[in-house]
């Protein structure tokens, strides 16, 4: 007899929305290279504790920068690329971090408060002690460990969005 597998329905869906959020990001994969025009690149600056409320940050990149305690309450940064960030105590609350991509990021002590996370490309990332209450994580892509993590204190809606942040991630 002959097995098939079968993905989970949900797994599935959050696949395709990181894969077309991803190729989003990318130019739609046209197979060369594609310039950011119009972003401003802040790969390896030093940004601790300044105040970048409430702007917009579309695309842009944010490699290996430094923004210990730095205030983005309500700013948009969607499809921005945090990797390898230092966002420790940063003010990330009301933030649109629709398919941003944090890897290898740390998020010790943020404050995530009403985030929208929906389909972020979430990995290696640091969490301890972010406040998470009122996240949207839908279709995010996250490690299995991070979720575990995440559900043992998630809690709140996302004003925004309506949707409850332990059902966005999946938990049990």
Excluded at 38 to 49: A, F, P, Q, R, S
Excluded at 94 to 117: C, E, F, G, I, P
Aim: proline residues 1%.
């Amino acid at each position: 007899m002959k097995r098939i597998f079968v993905w989970p329905r949900l797994a599935a869906r959050r696949l395709l929305v990181a894969c077309l959020a991803f190729l989003l990001c990318l130019g739609c994969g046209t197979g060369v290279a594609i310039a950011q025009d119009g972003t401003v690149n802040y790969n390896g600056t030093d940004l601790v504790e300044r105040d970048l409320s409430d702007t917009d940050f579309i695309r842009t990149t944010f490699v290996n920068a430094n923004m210990k305690r730095t205030n983005f309450h309500k700013s948009r940064l969607m499809g921005a690329t945090l990797t390898r960030g230092y966002l420790e105590e940063a003010d990330l609350s009301d933030t649109d971090l629709t398919a941003a991509l944090l890897d290898r990021t740390s998020l010790v002590r943020a404050n995530l408060k009403n985030a929208n996370l929906t389909a972020a490309i979430i990995t290696s990332t640091t969490w301890e002690e972010a406040d998470i209450e009122g996240a949207d994580f839908t279709d995010a892509i996250l490690n299995r460990e991070a979720i575990v993590y995440l559900c043992s204190y998630a809690s709140g809606t996302n004003p925004t969005t309506g949707i409850d942040t332990r059902e966005s991630l999946g938990c049990k």
